[in-house]
């Protein structure tokens, strides 16, 4: 990977003396580590990092060394903080590191993943072992591939090992990953392998990476992982150093978006550095639900989709989170620093706001950094964890921020040392209003991209009928994809977003298309910020009777759903029969497959009365689903 070209540098640079280094009081700087937010706490794993001398006093004397860190540090964010006196951080060593080969492994560029909400574990997966400095205590060359993932206990700190080697073939590295936790399932894409991967790839040249097709999904009921072939997307030039985001109520199962890092051909080993950047004015859609059925085999259904406004500089090593106003009339995905061509270091912050696909540019400061994580800690702060903020890693410049975390308020986008645990609400940044409509509370007017939906059927996965009827059939007691390792048949239901929407137009009046499709945004999203974990034990809201199907307003009228103009007006036979998403429930509740289509409103038409329709929605309860971001 890109560290070995500093390794040389830094070996003459580092100074291994006699004091024992702490990952957290002798905190200098950390990269390229992984982190992952679970229970009211950030667990931080692995990472190049810079320790310096410290005295009794914990004032720093100036000494430094190159390192990495060899334990898993928890920093507690279940009470309000201030970084510069009082945050609570622990690092817990790895029994048996690194002495016993069956140590859990101490890793850079790998992945924490989240698992699901009743899962008292986190998972470290990947990563390579840093070259920085070999003469580093604690190093330790990399070990065979048989044990790929471990989980670690967050109640009573046991490990446990898995071997998913029947299905990944080496440890991969700096790969985009993300979680559908209501699933019980993480996605790791791409990502490469190198010297440092495993005992098996340690005869490699230190100059040598090998990009990795595939996209690894891992069942965490089972434990087990399958690899989803990815060539319709990257075909020969798979990508590393991304960002991935999984949104929840948006198609069947969700989706998944992926955003910029770099990319190289599979027949190409050479080291490259950067490699060559990804565009920021495309992003990928990944469609969840198709990991469950025939489409499978082709890898899955991605959709590429162009993006207006503020395009970023291309670049990797940046990090993302998301967040949803209140009235769900958008999704916004916050993309935070990262490193561009010619070794520019950012700082600055771009939305990326869905369904418009619009990146909006809400900040820019002075002092950039790269090899980052972040995590939503509450409805509107961010907490960014470590990163890199020079390139010449043998220079010894240490992080301003001297616990290796800050805290952004992502409504104000203003910065500060104090974490409030915040239970304000959080509301839309300004440039973003001026970009998408509307107001700081929602009401978004631009609901679709600029140029319109690229592909039909990623429109479809934001169509609110799509969403609502065909979760529905998808999403309680769904049975499981084809082949034998994959996510599980006995998945908890996901609240689709259609069915919240759906409760909340219940008992209104709708007098025109334009307000039906205004106030079907919330189909679109559904309450998701109402859903925010805060502090560990969640807030999760409870769905209304249903199964998912737009239901019909009280009263003897047909049901009304959108016919999205994104997609045109379905008035011809072909364009309505896209809208037939016919369920179980659909035929239990008399709908004859008739649509009629009136502008932009298409009416079903139903057997049953209003009232016999009622009584067979309550026996369509399902599961409600709490989110953390």
């Known amino acids: 990977m890109w560290l070995a070209a500093v390794a040389i540098l830094l070996a003459s640079a580092a100074l291994v003396h006699s004091q024992q280094l ?26 190049t990092q810079s320790f310096i001398d410290v005295d009794d006093t914990g004032k720093q004397t100036g000494n430094v060394t190159m390192g990495i860190n060899t334990h898993l540090i928890i920093v507690d964010i279940s009470k309000p903080f201030d970084w510069r006196s009082n945050v609570s951080m622990t690092a817990v060593p790895k029994p048996g590191y690194p002495d016993r080969s069956t140590a859990p492994p101490v890793t850079t560029a790998g992945s924490v993943l989240y698992g699901s909400d009743d899962d008292p574990n986190i998972y470290l997966f990947g990563g390579t072992v840093s070259n920085v400095n070999t003469s580093f205590p604690g190093y330790r060359p990399a070990l065979p591939m048989t044990y790929t993932m471990w989980s670690f206990n967050i109640k009573s700190h046991d490990w446990q090992n898995y071997d998913l080697t029947r299905n990944i073939q080496y440890r991969p590295n700096s790969g985009m990953n993300a979680g559908a936790r209501e699933q019980h399932l993480s996605f790791y894409l791409n990502g490469q392998v190198d010297w440092g991967s495993s005992s098996q790839t340690a005869n490699l040249d230190s100059s040598t990476s090998i990009y990795q097709p595939g996209m690894i999904v891992i069942n965490h009921d089972t434990q087990t992982a399958m690899n989803v072939s990815t060539d319709a997307l990257v075909g020969k030039k798979p990508r590393s150093r991304g960002g991935l985001q999984y949104m929840v109520g948006i198609g069947p199962k969700g989706l998944l978006v992926l955003i910029g890092g770099n990319e190289k051909d599979v027949s190409d080993t050479t080291d490259r550095g950067l490699g060559e950047l990804v565009p920021m004015d495309t992003v990928h859609i990944f469609d969840v639900s198709s990991i469950y059925d025939d489409r499978l085999s082709a890898g ?139 107001n700081e509370q929602g009401n978004a007017t631009m609901i679709a991209p600029a140029g319109g939906f690229a592909d039909r059927g990623l429109a479809r996965m934001f169509d609110s009928d799509f969403v609502s009827s065909s979760s529905a059939a998808s999403q309680s007691d769904s049975t499981a994809p084809a082949t034998t390792e994959h996510p599980s048949a006995t998945k908890r239901a996901i609240i689709a977003g259609g069915v919240v929407g759906g409760s909340v137009l219940l008992g209104l009046s709708i007098a025109a298309g334009w307000y039906c499709r205004r106030m079907l945004q919330q189909i679109l999203f559904g309450d998701l910020a109402a859903r925010l974990e805060m502090d560990g034990k969640g807030k999760s809201m409870s769905e209304l009777p249903g199964k998912g199907t737009s239901w019909e307003l009280p009263g003897n009228e047909p049901a009304e759903l959108w016919c999205p103009t994104a997609m045109g007006s379905p008035t011809s036979s072909t364009d309505v029969d896209d809208f037939k998403h016919e369920t179980s429930s659909d035929r239990e509740l008399g709908w004859r497959g008739e649509i009629e289509c009136e502008g932009n409103v298409a009416r079903r038409q139903y057997a049953l009365d209003a009232r016999t329709r009622d009584d067979a929605r309550s026996n369509h309860t399902r599961s409600s689903f709490k989110e953390l971001e």
């Open 300 to 438: 899955g259904t991605w959709y590429e989709q162009p993006v207006t406004g503020d395009i970023p500089e291309r670049r990797v090593d940046f990090c993302i989170i998301k967040a949803t106003v209140g009235d769900s009339s958008s999704a916004n995905l916050y993309m935070y620093g990262g490193r561009g061509a010619n070794d520019v270091i950012f700082d600055d912050i771009y939305v990326l706001s869905l369904p418009s696909f619009t990146w909006t540019k809400v900040y820019q400061g002075d002092s950039g950094r790269y090899g980052h994580t972040c995590h939503r800690g509450s409805q509107r702060e961010m907490i960014a964890v470590g990163g890199a903020t020079s390139t010449n890693l043998s220079a010894g410049r240490c992080d301003w921020r001297t616990k290796g975390i800050d805290v952004l308020d992502i409504s104000e986008m203003t910065w500060s040392s104090k974490y409030n645990l915040s239970t304000a609400e959080y509301f839309v940044p300004h440039p973003v209003v001026a970009r998408i409509g509307g």
């Open 22 to 47: 702490d990952p957290i009081r002798n905190y200098c700087a950390r990269f390229d580590h992984s982190s992952q937010i679970k229970k009211a706490a950030i667990y931080i794993d692995g990472g």
